[in-house]
């Protein structure tokens, strides 16, 4: 169903078929004396969707950036496809094959869409400068098929009528999807999505939803995000935040239910005897 | 066929530069047949004016760097040719100087650039800046072997045979040493640009542009940042290497006063005013700082200046002229030109464009079609 090429990349975690293709355990960070993060762990299994939802300030963002390698925790291992990562820089993500979206986006303004999309899918040239200097047969060569790659992610997402325009031109859905496509070029088997909802209409959600639910097929998706009824409806599991702790975890239909979730949402004040019981990442979060 | 002869020009990126830039040198060697001295050596002064421009644009458009110290790079250039053709001794054959020169500026422009890697805007102006003051007084401080505040006088070998030869038998007139230098310089810019185009329109420039539109998402893409801008770096000072082995073989001369930090500002003008990351706008750039003065100072002379309120115009006009592109199209003269050509064809395809994406996407498409009719902004200067 998918018109993108290499049928077989997308075999996420081949040698651990049930082991989770990205786990953190006992994650810690500390800005200055603020603990953003303190012992967070948490999984992400193949062909799954895993959320990571918190009222504001609960550490999500820092999570996320520990898990591209932005922030470096001070405690606390990165475990990918049962490797541990040492000390993770950004630039090492896309030869993980992971892919991350921003939630500014941060589309190069000055590129046309394709030549936006055709940078993510960067990680899978491998002309050298002197192929390009002299624009040698195999380089352009390259050049087409990355080209056409990166037209075939357009495709599927539905914007391939503006590939040659650029980002600032556009309406902000479409420069949205040129994000999600200059991602998915990368072909990741892990795709890491930071508030992909944030500005989309009701109807639009829905359709990313779908289009979440579709490339799991292909790949494992971690998600941050606001908006409940998306993270209800597209994730295998969530992982609850608050202050920068695990304080639930499981499928959504469980984490609704949660007194602790709850209570996190509606701001009251949790009882002492749930705090602590929630605090590792104890798989059934709550009590 | 012209279908298929399409798909080539499309397609085959090397063939469409070489093309170009064999075409560009024909009309060049037509027009050094019908000009005297006097223009030729004027030809050479914009072929390596717009070779260094050329190598600038790219560092600045492309990857957003800014240089205050291509002049001292072309210093570097000019002097080690100059080194090489020391007088009354000139058997080192010229494309061997050439290389040289090349690889020498690379070297300084590698350490340079790795430095400036680290540099943002206005810093990097500044470290950039010491270069461009610093090399000149490197000249008078090794006053023995570099000649001081004279210079090193540059020995150009005699017209080879062959090219007197083959000039006599197309034109029927003798090459001059002028022509022949103005040809090389020629020669030299069309390399030059085809390597900088192949390079602009291939993977690294794709990647050198990511780096100046988005870092992070840059990074994020697998790019490392500083490879990227030290490489770019590199690229730019390899031209401004070559520019100045130009420079001294038409000037004849590498003195410490050819390299002021004028120079330097004069190549960041041309660039600007061509259109930040494109070619064709740096030769555009480097054929008005080449023609523009002498023109305005002809024209002030035939309206009755004296010769040295004529000579006073020049600046004047030059700077009147830039404030006008920056104020009327900031994105240069063939950014202006691009971006026009951008906006028509938005404007063609906004209204197909909701359409044949319902059409062909398997999700649908979330714009409305009113929305999408937002114009491409002014200030986006695609490259």
Redesign the interface.
Known sequence: MSATSSPAAPSPGAASATGPVLELRDVTVTFGGVTALSGVGLAVRPHQVLGVIGPNGAGKTTLFNVACGFVTPDTGTIVRESRELGRLHAHQLAGLGMARTLQGLGLFDRMSVLDNVVVGADRHASVGFLGSLLALPRAAREERELRERARAVLEELGIAAYADRYPPSLPYPVRKRVALARALAAEPTLLLLDEPASGLSADEMDELGDLVRSLTDRMSVMLVEHHMDLVMRVCDEITVLDFGRVIAHGTPAEVRDDPAVLAAYLGEVVGDEDAPGALPATPEGGR | MPAKLQRLWR????GR?VLVALVGLLVVLLLLETVNDFRAIQLSSMAYLGIAAGGLTILTGLNGQISLGHGALMAIGAYTAALMLPDRDASTPLPLVVLVSVLVTLAVGTAVGAAAARLHGPYLAGATLALAVAVPGIALYFGETLGGEQGLRVSMPDVPVWALDAEYLLTGTEMTRSGWVALMAWTTLAVTYV?LA??S???????W??V???E??????????GRSRV?AFMVSAAAAGAAGAMLAFTVRLAAPSGFTLTLSLTLLTAVVLGGLGSLGGALVGAALLTFLPPFVTSVGSDAGLSDLRAAELAPLVYGLVMIAVILLAPAGIAGSFRAWR?RR??RV?VA???V???A?????????PT??T????S?????
């Open positions: 397609d085959s990126v090397l530069h390597l192949n390079l329109r291939g993977r690294v420039g794709r990647r542009r990511a100046r539109d988005g992070v998402s840059a990074e994020l893409a697998g790019i490392r940042l490489s951008i064809q938005a395809a197909p464009a909701p044949a994406a319902s062909t996407g398997t999700t649908g498409t979330p714009d409305s929305r999408s937002v114009p491409t902004s200030k986006g200067t695609p490259t």
